[in-house]
């Protein structure tokens, strides 16, 4: 079913509907090249066969406002903590300050299956140099957590596993990071274009709620000063695809918005 949202272009139904979500909060309409390039994306991730493992997600960017960028895309709308209007920009998305913004993102490390899952975040922007801190995450270091951090200049990957996080070097360019576990011994990322599959047992998650810019475990140690332009939590997917749409989303921003 389709959602007519304009006289001129029919919406995806869910598209439709979030696009009608921001504008509420924006208190103002989208320009049509915006709402079409969110209806893309939208279509792009279910031709993809992407689109229903994705079940906590927000667009940082796009929105006219923070409020209409706190929308979410699918899920629960996340607890921000800190952030005001001036840590947001429309092309580039939110950004943290190292010290206590963080959004708490109201998706249990435990709702998605122990080995069925995923994580996964877009900086528009070079990701920052500082050493130490969790991109977004739940239970840090522990067995059962799922993190995505930085440790000079390697980018860890923690998901429902026994072992501590696994790394990869990265070159901190601007795009698409995330994992997903698809089995009970070994688990994916996507770092810099590149997959890289990982040996890593799995184990029952630790309970609680992720969170990005930070771990919810750590609130307050550890917060990140990237700027963020999308986050997704939910069950394992296909990260290489979602990677080229959300890249084709915030490439389209910056063409669309003035």
Not at 85 to 112: E, F, H, P, W
Not at 141 to 164: D, E, P, Y
């Amino acid at each position: 079913m389709s959602l007519l949202i304009s006289n001129v272009f029919t919406y995806d139904e869910d598209a439709g509907n979030y696009i009608q979500a921001v504008e509420t909060a924006d208190a103002q309409a989208l320009e049509p090249a915006t709402r079409k390039a969110i209806n893309d994306f939208v279509i792009g991730c279910k031709q993809d066969g992407i689109w229903t493992a994705i079940k906590a997600s927000c667009i940082l960017a796009g929105a006219r406002t923070l409020a209409g960028a706190l929308v979410p895309l699918v899920g629960t709308a996340p607890t921000p903590f800190g952030f005001v209007d001036a840590n947001y920009d429309r092309k580039t998305g939110l950004i943290g300050d190292g010290n206590t913004k963080y959004l708490n993102s109201n998706r249990d490390n435990n709702a998605d299956p122990q080995d069925n899952s995923h994580m996964a975040l877009y900086s528009a922007v070079s990701w920052p140099e500082r050493n130490g801190f969790y991109f977004a995450g739940m239970g840090a270091a522990s067995s059962g957590a799922s993190s995505l951090r930085s440790i000079t200049g390697v980018m860890r990957f923690l998901i429902k596993s026994t072992s501590a996080s696994l790394g990869r070097n990265f070159t901190r360019n601007p795009g698409f990071v995330g994992m997903a576990r698809f089995n009970p011994t070994e688990f994916q990322s996507r770092l810099d274009s590149q997959m890289q599959v990982f040996s890593s047992n799995s184990v029952s998650a630790i309970p609680g709620p992720i969170s990005i810019f930070t771990d919810s475990s750590i609130p307050t140690s550890g917060v990140t000063n990237a700027r963020l332009a999308f986050y997704s939590i939910g069950e394992s997917l296909d990260l290489a695809r979602l990677d080229a749409r959300v890249t084709d989303l915030i490439n389209a921003f910056a063409v669309t918005i003035p």
